[in-house]
């Protein structure tokens, strides 16, 4: 049974202490938080709207009061506001939204499939699932109103525990159920987001540089938070997700994990170091709850975990410069893996397949040259003959790349770059049998079977 009258309340009585204003009239795209809102609810087709505000609150915006009726909040729990909201519903109403303003990115395609699955008959509760993660708004019955008063309930969660069987989840795609807007740095992600994505995104793959020098300023962790949680939906093997990222920010472990990274400067100096591993564990967790035991033997489920540590340590970068930071990947974390990983406390069966350092970039390097395309791409089979000339345009780009980071940035990474170098010939010097630095990490193989990969 659908329902005749859905009224929404939206909580906006807080007083963004965390955001340093008014959430409800933060300008999100040229008009505010509350009008954004209003609007969603109407395209999503709620019946009535009811604004619940603290006293002593700004004014809203001109012509809000036409489209909803809005009331005062008797205390500063955020329980306290629904109860004033849910109050002052018309009495026709036989569902409820309830909408934090901070979720005003919501949008109404996420509010409409919260409102098509209310069923005021079963007294159902619909929460909307993002990523797996339950978010806002809650839509119920009407008929579950008086819950709400119950003096045990403090919160909206109560509601929902009280009895899980009457709750309805139903995955949305906005992101926005479970990002609320909370902090400056929530705002700044908010505007990004309606901007849309930067007008051209190739540009911006294109533009990429490693970055090694930083800024002190910290990077927020809810602005980490946000590209990890982006960064995951990367395609996945089976949808394993053989990945676990560990944030390192404590100076003192950072210090550690760089002696333990070739003593890399940028790894010890950069606000963030991200480990992004490869991790079997949470398979190990998935096969005990099924009474039998990982086999973790096998060299392809090695692979599958690297790649998908790679897919989501590469989007994660991109996800970073998207948003004007920058940072290196670190491959040297797999210099002591061992090591590395009891010091980030690892799971059996987890490594650090490559690190990723983070910060607001205070370098500016050079773009490095790459291959050119048709060595890289070729159609319907390889040919040989289309790699004529290539190495000899990879040297000449070396060399180029070389000699204008000598002139320009007077070398790179404090020492002036050896012109005389091209590509073949890093090639040459980092993996012949006649040079040492060829045996690098030789004993890799045996190090992540320590760790519990079988590599058979
Ligand atoms: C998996 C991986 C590991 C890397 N490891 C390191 C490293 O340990 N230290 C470092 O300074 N750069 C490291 N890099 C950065 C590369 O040197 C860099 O991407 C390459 O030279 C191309 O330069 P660009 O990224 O500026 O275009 C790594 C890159 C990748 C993809």
């Keep these: 049974m659908r329902c005749q009258h859905v009224c929404a309340v939206v909580l906006a009585a807080g007083a963004g202490r965390r955001m340093g204003q008014d959430k409800a009239l933060l300008d999100l795209g040229g008009t505010t938080a509350i009008e954004r809102v209003v609007a969603d609810l109407e395209l999503a087709g709620v019946d009535s709207v009811v604004v619940v505000r603290a006293a002593g609150a700004g004014p809203l915006p001109a012509g809000l009061a036409e489209r909803a009726h809005v009331v005062l909040a008797h205390g500063s729990e955020m329980i306290a506001s629904v109860r004033a909201g849910v109050a002052a519903r018309p009495p026709a109403a036989d569902g409820l939204l309830l909408l934090p303003v901070d979720h005003a990115l919501a949008g109404h395609e996420a509010l409409a499939a919260l409102i098509a699955r209310l069923d005021p008959g079963h007294g159902r509760i619909v929460l909307p699932l993002h990523g797996g993660r339950p978010g806002h708004p809650i839509a119920l019955a009407a008929s579950l109103a008086a819950e709400l008063d119950d003096p045990r309930v403090t919160t909206l969660r109560d509601v929902i525990r009280r009895d899980p069987g009457r709750v309805l989840a139903v995955p949305v ?23 849309g994505p930067p007008a051209d995104v190739l540009a911006l793959m294109a533009a990429h540089r490693s970055r090694r020098a930083f800024a002190a300023t910290p990077i927020e962790d809810a602005q980490l938070e946000a590209l990890v949680d982006a960064a995951r939906h990367a395609s996945t093997s089976s949808m394993l997700q053989t990945y676990q990222v560990v944030a390192v920010r404590d100076a003192q472990r950072r210090a550690q994990v760089a002696a333990l990274c070739a003593g890399q400067a940028h790894v010890r100096e950069a606000p963030v170091f991200l480990a992004i591993c490869a991790d079997l564990h949470k398979l190990a967790l998935a096969c005990e709850r099924h009474g039998v035991t990982l086999d973790a033997s096998a060299l392809e489920l090695f692979v599958e975990a690297t790649i998908d540590a790679a897919l989501l340590g590469q989007n994660l970068l991109l996800a970073a410069e998207s948003q004007g930071l920058g940072g290196c990947m670190i491959g040297a974390a797999r210099e002591h893996p061992v090591q590395l990983a009891r010091l980030l406390g690892l799971p059996r069966g987890c490594y650090v397949a490559f690190g990723l350092v983070l910060g607001h970039p205070a370098d500016d390097p050079l773009p490095r040259p790459r291959l050119p395309l048709r060595a890289v791409l070729q159609r319907e089979r390889h040919e040989a003959a289309a790699l004529a000339g290539v190495l000899d345009e990879a040297d000449a780009a070396a060399r180029a790349w070389a000699q204008a980071t000598n002139e320009q940035r007077g070398g790179f990474l404090g020492r002036r770059v050896d012109v005389t170098r091209g590509w073949s010939d890093r090639v040459a010097r980092l993996w012949s049998h006649e040079h040492p630095q060829s045996k690098a990490r030789r004993n890799l193989a045996a190090e992540l079977r320590e760790l519990g990969f079988g590599l058979q």
């Excluded at 795609?173 to 901007?195: E, G, H, I, K």
Aim: charged fraction near 25%.
């Design 173 to 195: 795609a906005s992101p926005w159920v479970v990002r609320d807007l909370d902090t400056p740095a929530d705002l700044a992600a908010a505007r990004a987001a309606l901007r």
